[in-house]
């Protein structure tokens, strides 16, 4: 079956023509593992196939929708350990999305590494622009492809049957017959091209949208320009005054029928290809752009924040590397995390203290630091210290700070002055944040009055995590640790490089209100946050109010496991720092709450957090003024494309969704549709659930699929979860992601949503 929609692509492509041929280059893991492999791009344009020179018939392949993106020369530290074997013209590194690990390759001279550059970048590109029909031919020709067993270009019925397992679709056979045969129109009893295409419409027909579809038609066959407009208004609440404006739009830019358009009409075609796009997402396009009041104090608002960044696996024996760094940043994260230790040759290293960690070099991070901060957003990074390092190299440090960040490094005040509050994100653009210890106060090195030769004997970290296991692990002796608080002198240098983020000890709530200064910031273990929140919970919200707070994951979550971050939003907790390495559904809150606002790492704490003359006690939510409960239905219609999670070719998924509110105690609830048996490829519920929701603006909603076994637990298939405000109503997509956060193709729910007040 040809493929439609990069052939016209690759013609006269040279680069992709190289890759077709194929290449041999070598696969470096480490400065002792580099391989020869082939590698070339199959026919699709989609696929990357390789295999060693030694491994016969075996092979590997990925997609290049995988592939986040590609960096040219030594950009791994991979590829920098071999920097002297290997010129980095010869060199490049292939980043895949989700948490799956790089691929380093060498080619053979610099042209056939440049053909694999520019033609992996080019594909990247025409994915990232291909219109909704191709994806649709795209998908449609992988299918083909994956069920064509011995590739000569037709289907016979037995391979059908084996692509509706693969399809996720237990189908008896006689219904699969019936479909098979009034496709091969051709009565030759295989299926090619055009036949392939009707019979993978015929079983991807949308019974539950051409019913809403029915609803709103007035002849049964098309959407008038009215009809679309009554249907915009009425099920999707979109504004009245814009309503016939927008319904044109959505013809021009969905309706593939050109004889529609003239009519200006939307077919069935037009009407599920809207209902698929962004604009028919359940989450609103708006509210995925920047959009909040960027123009806040910086501690208005809930920053996303990464615990030891610097590892890739468990805490304790767990791989360090700068790669840490890359991806979280690369995630919208503003806030990372250093350990720093006295490292050989004068040089501080970075690693899990009083563990079997891997270290890395201070001074690889803070490059990691410049090259990556402000890729994704612009607004500040807050890099956090724990310091371990001897005056010395706390000097290396701040060198190191200095040189390589140049004016990225906040070093004083924006205006020079003392201020009395935190500047706005608007105002700290592309500006790194030292937290950590500082000798005196801003007013003190604003008014000179700290001399050079000045440091500070006491604990130059206030987070020596390794020390708290003791007090979280009081009744498990396997971990007691005899690590203690470093008690050691701090450098000038390195203190001066601390701004608006001093890190302090915490005393209590009535010592901070009457005694601490806007710009201290104190660090809590998740236990004693949450001893906190249940003994002060009024008190901890409006201390956020004032001053930044951090809360880390307790030292005895060795597996780098994480703790729910919604209950210390719940206090107004800005910097709720998380193991980024770790998937699972508290990863899965944190990048649902932050995929708002443009994803730019900073999301508006409501208004009542934010004022410190009101009060809030996240307990008691209804008292707070302004209260204005919620009920949230939600029908979940039907699913499609639902991926397998058993890798046996027989077994098809019996999934069921659940849907989960994650907020204020009040307001944490969950229910779940039936299970269907054996149809993963499009089940069909029909099923009601209800919710209240009583703080709307600090909950989130996730969607999780999973797939029954009344045996043993259930397996995740997918899942999605967004903030409460962002939720569009009516007839909405939902576009699933894998446990890793990345999207699956083509998986998605069908739901109705309706938001009342109940007040």
């Known amino acids: 079956m040809a493929y439609t929609g990069s052939d016209l692509r690759i013609q006269g492509d040279d680069n992709l023509q190289s890759m077709i041929v194929g290449t041999v280059m070598r696969k470096i893991k480490s400065r002792t593992w580099k391989k020869q492999r082939y590698f070339k791009l199959q026919e699709d344009c989609m696929t990357i196939w390789y295999k060693s020179k030694k491994a016969g018939n075996t092979h590997s392949t990925f997609s290049v929708s995988d592939v986040e993106t590609v960096r040219e020369g030594h950009q791994s530290e991979v590829l920098l350990s071999i920097a002297d074997e290997f010129p980095p013209g010869r060199c490049f590194t292939l980043v895949f999305r989700g948490r799956r690990g790089n691929l380093d390759l060498v080619a053979d001279s610099v042209d056939e590494a440049q053909s694999w550059i520019k033609g992996m970048r080019k594909l990247i590109e025409n994915l990232e622009n291909m219109a909704e029909s191709e994806k649709l031919d795209q998908w449609i020709c992988e299918w083909f492809k994956k069920a064509d067993k011995n590739n000569d270009g037709r289907m016979n019925f037995r391979e059908i049957r084996v692509l509706l397992k693969m399809m996720n679709v237990d189908m008896n056979e006689h219904h699969a017959h019936r479909l098979f045969m009034t496709a091969d129109k051709s009565q030759t009893g295989t299926l090619e091209d055009d036949e392939f295409v009707l019979f993978y419409k015929m079983l991807t027909q949308r019974e539950d949208v051409l019913r809403v579809f029915q609803d709103y038609s007035g002849d049964g066959q098309k959407l008038s320009l009215r009809d679309l407009e009554e249907f915009l208004r009425d099920e999707q609440l979109e504004e009245v005054d814009g309503v016939q404006q927008l319904a044109m739009e959505l013809i021009e830019r969905y309706e593939p029928s050109d004889t529609a358009k003239m009519l200006k009409a939307m077919s069935i075609d037009g009407f599920l290809m809207y209902l698929a796009s962004a604009e028919g997402s359940i989450f609103h396009p708006r509210q995925q752009s920047l959009y909040q009041d960027m123009t806040q104090p910086l501690n208005h608002y809930f920053i996303s924040s990464s615990h030891n960044t610097y590892l890739m696996e468990d805490q304790l024996l767990g791989h360090s590397s700068v790669e840490g760094y890359i991806r979280a940043l690369k995630r919208g994260c503003r806030c990372v995390e250093v350990d720093c230790w006295d490292g050989p040759n004068g040089e501080p290293i970075v690693y899990h203290g009083h563990t079997f960690t891997s270290k890395i070099l201070f001074k690889d991070v803070v490059n990691a630091l410049r090259n990556y901060a402000f890729k994704v957003s612009e607004y500040p990074v807050i890099l956090s210290t724990e310091n371990h390092c001897g005056v010395e190299q706390q000097r290396v440090m701040a060198q190191h700070l ?94 001066d490089c601390v701004v608006y983020c001093k890190s302090v000890h915490f005393s209590s709530f009535k010592h901070s209100r009457i005694h601490s200064k806007f710009y201290e910031i104190s660090s809590f273990t998740e236990s004693k946050a949450r001893k906190h929140l249940r003994e002060a919970g009024e008190e901890f919200v409006h201390h956020n109010a004032r001053q930044l707070t951090r809360v880390y994951p307790s030292g005895l979550r060795t597996d780098s496991s994480n703790f729910n971050p919604q209950e210390m939003w719940n206090t107004g907790t800005q910097i709720v720092a998380l193991n980024f390495q770790t998937a699972g559904v508290e990863m899965d809150l944190n990048d649902g709450l932050f995929s708002q606002n443009g994803s730019c790492g900073y999301v508006l704490k409501p208004d009542f957090m934010r004022m410190s003359e009101r009060r809030f006690d996240p307990e008691v939510s209804q008292n707070r003024e302004g209260y204005q409960p919620r009920s949230l239905c939600i029908q979940v219609i039907s699913g499609q494309q639902l991926p397998k999670v058993n890798i046996k070719e027989s077994s098809v998924v019996d999934p069921f969704v ?37 703080a709307p603006e600090l909950a989130l909603v996730r969607f999780v699929v999973e797939d029954y076994d009344k045996a043993s637990k259930n397996d995740f298939v997918g899942q999605y979860t967004l903030p409460f405000s962002c939720i569009q109503q009516g007839y909405r997509h939902i576009h699933l992601l894998s446990k890793d956060g990345t999207s699956i193709p083509s998986a998605s729910l069908f739901v109705h949503v309706r938001i009342t007040n109940l007040v």
């Open 402 to 495: 200095n040189t390589i960040l140049g004016d990225k490094l906040l070093k004083s005040t924006l205006d020079g002055k003392i201020p009395v509050s935190f500047p706005s994100p608007e105002e700290l653009k592309g500006k790194i944040l030292l937290k950590g210890k500082k000798i005196g106060g801003l007013e003190e090195s604003l008014n000179g009055l700290v001399e050079p030769e000045d440091s500070l004997t006491g604990e130059v970290s206030d987070e020596d995590e390794a020390a708290d296991i003791d007090e979280d692990s009081l009744h498990s002796n396997s971990l007691r640790r005899t690590a203690k608080k470093s008690k050691q002198r701090l450098s000038k240098e390195l203190s």
């Open 658 to 694: 659940r849907v989960e509110i994650h907020g204020l105690p009040l307001d944490q609830a969950k229910q779940e549709t039936r299970y269907i048996d054996n149809n993963g490829f499009n089940p069909v519920w029909y099923d009601t659930l209800r919710f209240t929701i009583h």
